[in-house]
C-alpha cells in the first residue's frame, strides 16, 4: 500500500473512531494588529448625526483588491481623496482625484467599485437627492499595482455622469456590487427619503447601463394611527452570495408621520427580505415568488406579500441601512436596532430614545429556511448604525459605534453574543466603515473610524486591524 494511501485511511480512520476528537472549530475573537493614520486632519462636521468620512452605509469605503488595500475620504480643505497601501503596510499613498465637497452633509460619501472585466477602479460620491460626481480610473490600474504609480494621471476627469448616461437628477446612496463574472453594478435611490425608489446600472467593461428602477414608493400603508400612500425602501445592503444569488434586506419609510405614535419618532417600520437570482433583473420574495421586474412595470411594493420577515411598527425607531452578510452556505444575515418594546411603546425623540434604550438584533436565515432573530446584550449607547461581519467559520462580528465589536459563535447557533473589544482608546466618533472584502483575503477585520472632533475642526482618520481566527 502507498503511503499517501495509509496516510488518508488512517485520518478517516481518527473521524471515524469514537473517542478520537477533531479539532474544535474556533469561536470569535479579535486581536488587534496594527493601526494607521490615513490623514490627520479629515474635515469633521455633523450633520444628520453622522460624518461624511464615516458613514456605514457607503459601500466601500474601504476595500481591499488583489493584496492592495484602497480607501476615500474627503481633507480638510474638503477635497475627494484615495489612498492605497500594501495589505499590512503602514504607508498610505494618496492621490486627490479633482473633486470638492460641495456641501457640509454627511449623506455625500464616497463609495468605491471595482470592474473586474478591466481592473477600473470607480468613485461616485457629493451626492444627497442631487447630481453625483463620477470618477474612474485607467484600465487595469487595480490588476497591476506594483507595477503602476499611484498618481493623479491614472484617474479620468470627474464627470456629472456616468460616461455620458445620466441616471437622474434627484441621486442618493451610491453602492457598487462586483457580479460574479466581473461586471459592476450601482444601486443607488431615484428621488427623495419618504418618496423614492431603488434602482440598478450596470457596468460591462465597455460602457454603462441602467438597468432600471426596481422597488416602488407607491401603495397605502396604515398603521394603528394612519395612513401613508407613499415612501422608500432603505436597503441594509445588496451583495452576491457565493453562488451567484443577490441579498438585499431593508425597511420602508413612510413620507406621511401620521402612522407614528409622536411627531418625534422616524417613520421607518418592518424589516423585509428580497433576493434576485439573475442579477437583479427580477426580484422574489422570501417564499421565491416573484415580486418585482427591475425596469418593468411591476416593481417591489409596500402592499407586495411575503416581504416582512420581522415586522414592528413606525413607533419604536427602527434604524435603516443598518448592515446585512452571506455565510459560507449562502445563507442571509443582517443587523437591525430600535427601540424595544420592553422601554415604552412609543419613542418620542428617535435620537435621544435610540441612545438610551436602542439595542441591536442579529437577524438571519437558518439551514432549515427558517428566520431566526437574537438581542445583542451589548447597549447602542448611540443612535447611529452597526456593522455585521462573518468570518471564514461563519461567526458572526457586530461592529457598533464608537468602534466597539461583539461576537456569536456558529457552534452556539448565533446565540452567544459577547463583547471582544470596548474601543476604548481609539476616541471615534460613532459609525464606523468596515473592509467587507478584505476578510476573505487574509482574515483581517479592518475598521475605519475618525476621531470626536467639535464645530468644524478637523480631526485625525484612522484604520485599525484586527486579526480573526486562523
Known sequence: MKRRTVLASAILAAVATPGIARAAVPGPSVTQTGSTTLDGQAVFFVSYDGLVNNNSFQKNGLLTYKGYQYAVWYTADKNAVVGRRVLGGSTWSTVRVGHTLKADDSHNVISMGVSRTDGRLHLNMDSHSDGFTYVKSVAGLMDNPAGLSWTAARFGAPQSTLDGLALTSQFTYPQFVATPE???????????????????????????????????????????????????MYLHGIDYDRNGR????????????????????????????????DRGRTWRNNAGTVVGTTGGSDKVAVTDSGLVIDALNPDHSLMNQESQFTDSAGLPHAIISYVPGRFGQCTTDYVADRTANGRAFHVRKNAAGTWQKTEIPVPLNSSQRTK???????????????????????????????????????????????DETRIAQDNVLSVMYQEKSSGTTPSALHVVDFALPA
Open 388 to 434: 455585521l461581519v462573518l468570518d471564514k467559520y461563519d461567526n458572526a462580528y457586530a461592529i457598533f459605534p464608537f468602534g466597539r465589536i461583539a461576537g456569536a459563535s456558529k457552534a452556539s447557533g448565533h446565540t452567544d453574543w459577547t463583547l471582544l473589544y470596548d474601543g476604548s482608546g481609539l476616541n471615534a466618533f460613532g459609525e464606523v466603515v468596515i
Open 246 to 277: 443577490l441579498h438585499s434586506f431593508f425597511t420602508w419609510r413612510e413620507q406621511n408621520g401620521a402612522v407614528m405614535c409622536s411627531s418625534g419618532g422616524i417613520t421607518n417600520h418592518d424589516t423585509g427580505y428580497v433576493y434576485s437570482d
Open 182 to 232: 466581473g461586471r459592476l453594478q450601482l444601486s443607488y435611490r431615484v428621488a427623495i427619503s419618504g418618496n423614492g425608489r431603488n434602482a440598478l446600472a450596470e457596468y460591462d467593461g465597455s460602457a454603462w447601463t441602467a438597468l432600471g428602477e426596481w422597488s416602488s414608493s407607491t401603495g397605502t400603508y396604515t398603521s394603528e394611527h394612519g395612513s401613508s400612500t407613499a415612501r422608500n
